[in-house]
Structures are given as C-alpha cells and as structure tokens.
C-alpha cells in the first residue's frame, strides 16, 4: 500500500490533478496534489446508469423553473422575508425581468449530487442530495483523475480491473456548452470571462476547462466581481465590454455565498445580469438551485406543472429525491420541527448556500432548531431526510498527512449542460461524472472545503 501511495501521488502530479496550497492560494509557484483515494469505489451499476439517465431531465426542469417568474416568486417568498442574500438575488431577477431581458442565448451548467441510500434489508437507492446551478467544480480535475486510479490498479496487479475504469471527460462537456454559447452569440471576437474568486486556490480545476476553449480558438480572460465593477460597462444595445473587449459568455466560478458581495460585487452583478451576454448561470438558474426550490418540487403536484406532457420525466426525478420538508410556518411547519428536535439524528437541516460545509446534524441541528422554532428564521432552513450510505473502506492521500485506512462515504456528481436559443434547446445532456469520498467521522463538507477528496466510480 505504501508503495502504491508513492506512486500515486506521483502521477498525481503528473496529471495535473493539482491546487495551490493553502499558504499561497494567489501563486502557482507552489502547488499539491488535489487530495484524491488510493483506490477507486465500488458504485453500483444500476444506480450510476440511472443517475447518468435522469440528468437531461434535470437540465430541462432546472430551465423550465428558470423560466417561471410566478414558481420562484411563490416558491421563495418566506424566505426572502428572512435570507438577505437570496432576497438581493431575487430584486436582481425581478428588475431585470421588468426591464426587458437582453440576453437570448441561455447555458446551463449543474451538477446532481446524490448518494446511495442503504435500506434495512441492504438494498441500495439512489438519492439526490441537491442539484448545483452555480459553479459547479471539479469537472477538469475529475477529468484526469481515472488514469490516476488506472496506474494504482496495475501496480496493485489489478490489470483487468485497471481495464474497466470508465473514460471521463467533464471539461470537455463543459467546455462544448461554453462554446455553443459563445458561438450562438454570434460576434468571433468576443471572449469567455470566467468570472473568478479573489482566492483562487482551485485554478487548474478552471484552467482545464479554460484550456479546452483555447483549443477552440475562443478568447478566455479571468475577471473578480471588483474588475467588473471597475472596468465593465454596456453599450446601447446592451453589449458588456470588460477593458474594452466584449464579453460573449460570463461563467461563473464565483458568486454563490454573501461573503462574495460588497456593495461593489452586488452592482456588478447587476450590469451582467442586464447585458447581453451569456450568463452561466443566469441569475434565475442561480435562484433555481436553492434548497427552498428543491424542498418545493418534492411536493405532489408540482413536477408535473413546470414539465407538462413528460410523465416519464416527472417518474425519473422523482424516483431520485429524498424526504424534504418545510419549516415554513403554520402547523406544517411546527410539526416537522418538533420531530426533528425530538429525534435529530433522522435529519439533516439545510440553509440557503452554496459551497459545502454548511448543513447541520445531530446535536448541532437539535439545538438551532430549538433557538429558532418560534421565529421567521426557520423559513430559511429545509430539513431533509439523512441518507445513510453503506460505508467502504479505503485511503485518503492529503498532502501532509499519515496514510492509514479510513470509513469512508461516496456522494456520486452528474454534470448536466444545455443551451436554450429563445425557446428552442439546442444542447441538452449529460457531460461527465465526479466521485467524491470522504471519512464517516465527516458530517458535511466537499472538496473545496478540505473534507472531501476526488474518487474515480469502480462500477459493479
């Protein structure tokens, strides 16, 4: 094992499966290995064909909310009254709607995480634990990540198995999308701007990404919320210059948590959200992606209002969710609340953010739940059914740290991109996967969180 940790760092780095370090997150003169297993995980076939099979249902329900300014008004009206950052979203939405929206051309790029719920009688399902609308990451480090998982496998003497490892290649799907956008935007001399965070510890996740649309020939630059600010401005028709170049399509790997936004960062966004260009996402699809909306498509109903006419569609998706309840209030509300304050352990309780690391569990969960039971601020929160995947063992490699065995969990990634022209969906479809594992001792956290590491599916 020792050996095979040797070598599989090593072509790690060879990889390129790399971050910047926690020391100098702004430098590339120092840089790790992403932290990843020694092994690749079992997952089962079944499940991994049926999550590769329901994305491009996703991708258009994630479109269709998107679309329905009376669903996310209704949908997200208690929590306006009491999460400032969606609520500032939400004004962004609706003055943008009220204006007239500029933009023609839409990309969507998510991600579907779900785990694999073990039943009392030791049989799997497949349960999705949110859908990720905005900056969904590690699609270019996964991409490299299974030839890692390839090499142990041999030197483990493990060739057959070595063999069955599925190719992989997110950043090219996601790099495709892009490039649809920017070319059904229709000027050749328009960039990409990746619209980036002041820290940027994850840039050859972006770069593998970035370089795919270099290899296309489309212009990619690297802009903060604070350049936009700045430097952006729009002409009379709404086209968005950044330094004097126009800006086809703005992807954004930034802009999901409050800390992001200043005053500056919050008129920023705003003069994207009014332009012209491509925005991924949209502000809309940001707002479709909150756990409040996905608390409300699991109600009867409600599938089958925003995807009339696909009862095949509305079966797959809802076959994939978990228990999800309001804490809004009314009897409902304090129902649900009661039962998880008197048996915490059943639940996980959900705010509106992205990122990881934010859920909360057991004791921690009892406690804001019993602080915040009689006031607005629950209508903030989900709670959800905890799903309970059966454990594996395996390494975790981190730079710095002891090998030794550990418990592990695995929350399976689809990512889904589409390009809507007006009405019509030019793209719709599934572009790659990501494996993520991390120790039971965990509750909550991803990679970019320092608790999670990259994975490679062995299917069985």
Same mark, same amino acid.
């Given at each position: 094992?020792?050996?095979?940790?040797?070598?599989?760092?090593?072509?790690?780095?060879?990889?390129?499966?790399?971050?910047?370090?926690?020391?100098?997150?702004?430098?590339?003169?120092?840089?790790?290995?992403?932290?990843?297993?020694?092994?690749?995980?079992?997952?089962?076939?079944?499940?991994?064909?049926?999550?590769?099979?329901?994305?491009?249902?996703?991708?258009?329900?994630?479109?269709?909310?998107?679309?329905?300014?009376?669903?996310?008004?209704?949908?997200?009206?208690?929590?306006?009254?009491?999460?400032?950052?969606?609520?500032?979203?939400?004004?962004?939405?609706?003055?943008?709607?009220?204006?007239?929206?500029?933009?023609?051309?839409?990309?969507?790029?998510?991600?579907?995480?779900?785990?694999?719920?073990?039943?009392?009688?030791?049989?799997?399902?497949?349960?999705?634990?949110?859908?990720?609308?905005?900056?969904?990451?590690?699609?270019?480090?996964?991409?490299?990540?299974?030839?890692?998982?390839?090499?142990?496998?041999?030197?483990?003497?493990?060739?057959?198995?070595?063999?069955?490892?599925?190719?992989?290649?997110?950043?090219?799907?996601?790099?495709?999308?892009?490039?649809?956008?920017?070319?059904?935007?229709?000027?050749?001399?328009?960039?990409?701007?990746?619209?980036?965070?002041?820290?940027?510890?994850?840039?050859?996740?972006?770069?593998?990404?970035?370089?795919?649309?270099?290899?296309?020939?489309?212009?990619?630059?690297?802009?903060?919320? #604070?350049? =936009?600010? $700045? *430097?952006?401005?729009?002409?009379?028709? %709404?086209?968005? &210059? !950044?330094?004097?170049?126009?800006?086809?399509?703005?992807?954004?790997?930034?802009?999901?948590?409050?800390?992001?936004?200043?005053?500056?960062?919050?008129?920023?966004?705003?003069?994207?959200?009014?332009?012209?260009?491509?925005?991924?996402?949209?502000?809309?699809?940001?707002?479709?992606?909150?756990?409040?909306?996905?608390?409300?498509?699991?109600?009867?109903?409600?599938?089958?209002?925003?995807?009339?006419?696909?009862?095949?569609?509305?079966?797959?998706?809802?076959?994939?969710?978990?228990?999800?309840?309001?804490?809004?209030?009314?009897?409902?509300?304090?129902?649900?609340?009661?039962?998880?304050?008197?048996?915490?352990?059943?639940?996980?309780?959900?705010?509106?953010?992205?990122?990881?690391?934010?859920?909360?569990?057991?004791?921690?969960? #009892?406690? =804001?739940? $019993? *602080?915040?039971?009689?006031?607005?601020? %629950?209508?903030? &929160? !989900?709670?959800?059914?905890?799903?309970?995947?059966?454990?594996?063992?395996?390494?975790?490699?981190?730079?710095?740290?002891?090998?030794?065995?550990?418990?592990?969990?695995?929350?399976?990634?689809?990512?889904?991109?589409?390009?809507?022209?007006?009405?019509?969906?030019?793209?719709?479809?599934?572009?790659?996967?990501?494996?993520?594992?991390?120790?039971?001792?965990?509750?909550?956290?991803?990679?970019?969180?320092?608790?999670?590491?990259?994975?490679?599916?062995?299917?069985?």
């Amino acid at each position: 094992v020792r050996d095979a940790a040797a070598v599989a760092v090593d072509a790690a780095l060879l990889a390129g499966v790399l971050m910047r370090t926690g020391e100098q997150p702004l430098s590339s003169d120092v840089v790790n290995y992403a932290p990843f297993t020694l092994l690749p995980s079992a997952v089962p076939a079944a499940l991994f064909e049926q999550a590769y099979a329901v994305q491009q249902d996703f991708n258009l329900l994630v479109d269709a909310i998107s679309q329905n300014k009376e669903f996310l008004e209704q949908t997200l009206a208690s929590t306006i009254k009491v999460d400032d950052f969606t609520a500032r979203l939400f004004r962004i939405h609706k003055q943008v709607l009220e204006e007239g929206l500029a933009q023609t051309v839409f990309l969507g790029i998510n991600r579907s995480d779900y785990m694999f719920d073990c039943g009392l009688d030791g049989t799997t399902a497949l349960k999705q634990i949110e859908i990720n609308t905005i900056a969904a990451s590690f699609g270019g480090l996964t991409s490299r990540t299974a030839d890692v998982h390839r090499l142990v496998l041999k030197v483990l003497g493990k060739t057959k198995e070595a063999s069955q490892l599925l190719p992989n290649n997110p950043s090219k799907g996601l790099a495709l999308g892009i490039a649809k956008a920017w070319e059904l935007y229709g000027s050749q001399s328009a960039v990409v701007m990746f619209l980036v965070e002041e820290i940027q510890r994850n840039i050859f996740d972006q770069r593998c990404v970035e370089n795919e649309l270099w290899n296309r020939n489309i212009r990619v630059i690297r802009r903060r919320f #604070r350049d =936009v600010f $700045e *430097k952006g401005s729009l002409d009379g028709s %709404r086209r968005l &210059y !950044i330094d004097g170049q126009e800006v086809a399509v703005v992807y954004y790997r930034e802009g999901y948590v409050p800390q992001t936004y200043d005053q500056q960062g919050w008129e920023a966004r705003l003069l994207l959200e009014r332009s012209r260009a491509v925005k991924c996402p949209d502000i809309a699809t940001q707002l479709a992606g909150t756990k409040k909306v996905q608390q409300e498509l699991s109600r009867p109903g409600t599938l089958e209002k925003l995807l009339p006419g696909c009862p095949e569609a509305v079966a797959r998706i809802r076959a994939t969710f978990a228990g999800l309840y309001s804490l809004d209030e009314g009897e409902e509300g304090d129902k649900i609340a009661a039962t998880a304050i008197a048996d915490p352990e059943r639940f996980v309780l959900k705010p509106q953010r992205e990122g990881g690391g934010n859920n909360l569990y057991g004791e921690e969960l #009892r406690q =804001v739940l $019993e *602080k915040i039971k009689d006031s607005p601020e %629950r209508t903030s &929160y !989900i709670l959800m059914d905890k799903i309970k995947p059966q454990p594996a063992l395996n390494y975790l490699l981190r730079a710095h740290s002891p090998l030794e065995v550990s418990e592990c969990i695995s929350e399976l990634g689809i990512f889904g991109v589409y390009v809507r022209q007006g009405q019509k969906m030019v793209v719709n479809k599934a572009a790659g996967h990501l494996l993520r594992t991390k120790a039971t001792q965990h509750a909550d956290g991803g990679v970019a969180a320092g608790v999670a590491v990259l994975d490679t599916p062995y299917v069985v």
